[in-house]
């Protein structure tokens, strides 16, 4: 048996079978140290997996692009494998353990043949917190060696925490292997397998599929975990609002795609506020692992240590934070390539260049159309930037403190042009289920299917919870059992449309004057108006110091539509039945309690 730098058992076992396997021509560990790391580049730069850009203008950072059909998460390849079919749910695609690793044994054999293996310890959230998990990714990517080593803390140290673990439930670690083999999209399979903590990725290089920390780790892998621990794995940003006497509240916030949840995380006061003392402490914008303490209270962590945001659409206005976070140490994923070796995308700052090299490496000119008339892109709509969160100028200072920060409020939110006010507040933990299990989004110009119907997106984890979404309601009530005092829950809505289309609410860092309303509910400070739907504000208690809308947007932003909301129970009662015998009770009785209580308003 080769030398490896860890006394570890299980994990010298795994990884030998696994190479058996593989067969790469070697195996090379990951220290977390400078010096591999930028070995690493190196050998990437020499090998066209990486071009190294403009060093004085962006220290530290890199190009890669993609194949041109592997530039997104792929659902339909994605799989819950568990003995019974039941417990994936009809929420997820279904394959049997047994014939899942049959199926990708046979794409792995000899993968990695030309190829070396790289083994990743990883810990996801603080080495050592009790909150934190530990994953040992093998790949043959050195792309997604130096991504993990942003988004995740790498290397000896988590190879010594596994070896220190004691022999507890909930300890080990989760055995992660990806191959990009030969990035077939015909053989790609992301592979879960929560009852042997084992999650196997094979035939693609796109961020979500490969990162195995993120999305297959971080959400399908731990809310199944999560579940029999009792706690809570979330796709939500997590972050401060320090109020103008220097006391600082945390919310969780949970958006379907496209909603700017990576904006509010890292929002800039509008002036208005900032004057009156706010100020916003990013902790995380996509993963939220949450438990209740010693004290009764909600905690959460990220236990991420980077961003993998999506590029276009990010500038000055939507986002300063992210474009001072991505000047140094990021990778930068299918954007286009400039003349002086830095990057634009569509809806980048300043003037569109006059030419490039587009994310399929191409030369590039604006206006350019494509033998179907279409203009040519010179980012990838889903282009990336993977960057640390310590770069961030609004970084939190608790993000390596071991509990994590208490949590005030859960805020959900979707893009709905009716129906949803700006923002409701449930009645209490249970009837907050409710409203966050039933939430959705409409769908966009971007998006296939009928424009304006709804996608119900529960919680905003349909394509992350890892287990049935009906068990996964009742661990969220079960959790709220389990809370002294749980965090309110609340309802946004940025999107709400005038009779010509045109958005009602400015949205993005104006959005602080409805957390602020959210926080002052939260510590008492101002009554609300009780509606069906939940408690809404008093116009009167929104701060609009600095921005004026027009006569009656604000009711209008506020109003609560029986109509509208009647045939919203309807689209509600068709998604529950996707869940038959399994749906919680509670939440049918939710359901017929907002019947009534709809009927009685005028
Ligand atoms: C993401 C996603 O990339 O939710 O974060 O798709
Ligand atoms: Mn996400």
Known sequence: MEKFPTTNKKLIVWVNLMAKLCSPVRIVWINGSEEQKQLLENESVASGE???????????CFLHRTAHDDVSRTEHLTFICTKKKRDAGPNNNWMSPAAAYRKAKTIFLNAMADRTMYVIPFS?????????????????????????????????????????????????????????AKLDINKRMILHFPEDNTIWSVNSGYGGNVLLGKKCLSLRIASFVAKKEKWMAEHMLIMGIEEPNG?????????????????????????????????????????????????????????????????????????????????????????????????????ADG???????????????PNTLDAGGKVIKGAHANARFT??????????????????????????????????????????????????????????????????????????????????????????????????????????????????????????????????????RCNNKVTAVTTPIGYIPKPSDIDMTGITLSDGVLEKLLKVDKEEWLGELKGIRKFFADFKKDLPKELMGEYDALMERLKKYE
């Not at 984890?461 to 009530?477: E, Q, R, T, V």
């Open 124 to 180: 996801m959230g603080p080495v050592g917190s009790p909150f934190s998990k530990i994953g040992v990714e093998l790949t043959d990517s050195r792309y997604v060696v130096l991504n993990m080593l942003i988004m995740t803390r790498c290397g000896q140290d988590v190879l010594k925490q596994l070896e220190a673990q004691p022999l507890q439930a909930g300890a080990g670690f989760t055995k992660c292997l990806h191959s990009k």
């Open 387 to 520: 960057a640390p969160i310590v770069n961030c100028p609004s970084a939190s200072f608790r993000l390596e403190q071991h509990h994590g920060v208490p949590i005030s409020a859960i805020i959900f939110g979707g893009r709905r042009e009716h129906v949803a006010p700006l923002v409701y507040e449930s009645f209490n933990w249970q009837h907050g289920i409710f409203v966050a299990a039933t939430m959705g989004s409409e769908l966009t110009a971007a998006q296939v299917g009928k424009l304006g119907q709804v996608r119900r997106d529960p919680m905003a984890m349909l394509p992350f919870c890892g287990y049935n979404m009906a068990d996964y309601f009742k661990h969220w009530l079960n959790m709220g059992k389990l809370m002294v005092k749980p965090p309110k829950i609340f309802h946004v809505n940025w999107f709400r449309t005038d009779d010509s289309g045109g958005f009602l609410w400015p949205g993005f860092c104006e959005n602080l004057r409805i957390l602020e309303w959210i926080l002052d």
């Open 50 to 60: 990486l071009i190294r850009l403009n060093q004085d203008k962006l220290p530290g």
């Open 247 to 347: 006391h600082v509240e945390y919310v969780a916030a949970a958006f379907p795609s496209a909603c700017g949840k990576t904006n509010l995380a890292m929002l800039v006061p509008p002036e208005g506020l900032k004057i009156k003392g706010y100020r916003i402490w990013t902790v995380g914008d996509d993963i939220s692992w949450m438990r209740v303490d010693s004290d009764g209270s909600l905690w959460a962590i990220n236990p991420e240590t980077g961003f993998f945001g999506v590029a276009p659409g990010t500038n000055l206005k939507s986002n300063p934070n992210m474009m001072e976070t991505i000047k140094k140490n990021t990778i930068y994923t299918n954007v286009l390539l400039k003349q002086d070796f830095t990057v634009w995308w569509e809806g």
């Open 351 to 365: 003037e569109v260049p006059s030419e490039g090299i587009d994310w399929k490496g191409n030369p590039w000119k």
